[in-house]
């Protein structure tokens, strides 16, 4: 070959080299592409047929369609895991799948894996025994997502795999060097067990041990192959101890770091309170005089909302772009907006700033909640950064959704339900932590977190507040002198108490805020503490004040509740309250004006529960909008 054709030949092969390369590069974004629509397309249309079916399965009277769709039901959800399962294994096999880090609580990890299974459990009549060490730091650092995937799979496993029995969760930790602690999982059960010879075989993708009772119709045989994957890139080993017709046992370590040390205490205690006051799920309020806006482009999703608001008779009017919500917005004004954000033309995000901006409209501080079927590690944070002030994701758990819309409702057209049977106690504290949720929660308390250290005493919580509204001046000031004297162990110990007294009262980003500089003052890194305090002092001193509006009206309102109860309260039994009401039901429904007035009038000098007299202000306050129609659900509705 002569020099030329040579030099030719080599530069054919180089471009050609170059332009492979560049070709799998572009085959590979591709195919990254591909998965992530597909995931997103085939999701979203199941996950409509779902909410779908769930609406006929509460509605429907009739036993044979409740039949069919409970099979739909089953096989929709068999078609969701497969079709969860093969792009995750597809992304695990293509060394696609990335562990993410982010701090996470034990115990709603614990919880939501409790969860996840307690349908089938209960079904199957199966016991949950829960062994998790008390004394597990409560604050971890993880790749929460995918811990919560491995155990999620080896659970339902457990639960698929046995009809007798108990299913046990274990989780123990051992201390490590530094921050680093070495927690064991274990998920055991009493089922039907693996062959020896087949457990070489368990971690194969596809692979289903053929013996007639595993014939289950809800196995796709991807779920270990997965679990198995992800254990590994956790750094662990999955191991298998099983005994044929006794049991199984699967296993494994992984290393994980610890954010806060404070113990996670009891959780099969909580466990067993939450199962009670659960039992009897209704819905949790009627708001026949809330407005809520629901905006997504597809009619679908806009009927599986429409429908699961049903029962609380709140005013829901739809929209099926930005664009359309938009122009409602200049006619009418609302309490809460639930905002789709995939839509074409005019996206969530950009639905949430024009509204914000609109000229001259009323809903510019309408709370606005994203609806999402994005449920990916950071989506929270995504959401509220873009200025939403929640996010809920579909499809929409009827639950969590009422739970949310009591939060953002103004609290004067909420009308709480009172739960008719046993756990009644339970359900009106239920209720009253929602409240002061609503009113708590948008100034950096996280109630939930502490009432958990109170027992769950309101009262107990209440009067903690009083004292934290006076510890944070304390502290504030004390901080202040340390800083100034540039004495960081000093400053160390009092950043130190106040990180234990925001977790106490479930400050958590002030304790978060203080623990940065509690380890940098320890660390005598005075130049950053002197950076860093201002954030701190801001913090407690909005803190302070948002405190002090919001005890001050408390105070205010104790007062006035206790004005009435000094010009003495008629007693009356529960039955002729009831018939007082059906007597009020009677005038309301003839328009009869000023009998109703007077009516109310004579109801309200009874001496009747919190949650009657709520019911009375509400129906009061719909008469003098001569809304009857309202007021008469209102009273239908205790009746
Ligand atoms: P799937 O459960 O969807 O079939 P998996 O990969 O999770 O797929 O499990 C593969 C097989 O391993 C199952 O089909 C079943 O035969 C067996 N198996 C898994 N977990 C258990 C268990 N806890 N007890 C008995 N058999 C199990």
Redesign the pocket.
Known sequence: MSQEKKQESADRKGQTSEEMIAAMKQAEHTRDLFLANMSHELRTPINTILGLNELILRESQEEAIKEYALDIRQAGSVLLTLVSDILDFTKIEAGQMKLSDGIYDVSSLLNDLVNGISIPLRKKKLDLELDIAKDVPYKLSGDEIHLRQILN?LLS??V???DRGKVTLHLGWNRLEGDEIEVDFAVK?T????REKDIAK?FSAF???DTVT?G?K????????I?NRLVEMMGGRLEVQ?TFGKG?S?SFRIVQKVVEDAPLGDFEEKYNESLHSVKNYKQKFIAPMGRVLIVDDNAMNLAVAQGLLKETRLQVDVAGSGEECLELLKRKTYHVICLDHMMPVMDGVETLHAIRSLEGNPSVDTPVIALTANAVAGAREFYLEAGFQDYLTKPIDAEKFETMLIQYLPSNVVYLTKEENGDGADAENENEISLLESKLSGIGFNIRNGLKYMGNDMALYGRVLQDFHLILKEKEDALRGFLKKRDMPGYAIIVHSLKGNARNVGADDLADEAFELEKMSKAGQLEDVEVRSPILFNLMKSMRKDLKTYLDSESKAAKNSAEPKEEEKVRITDDEWKKALRELAGRLDDFDGDSVNEKLKELKRYDRPESDRKMLRLCEKAVKDYAYDVALEVVNAVL
Do not use: E, H, P, V
């Not at 089922?191 to 693996?194: A, C, H, P, V, Y």
């Not at 809800?218 to 192959?225: E, F, M």
């Open positions: 799979n496993n457990a698929k795999y046995t059960d089922g039907i067990g693996i368990l692979q289903r041990m595993r289950k809800d196995s796709t045989g991807l779920g270990l192959a679990t099983s199984s699967f």
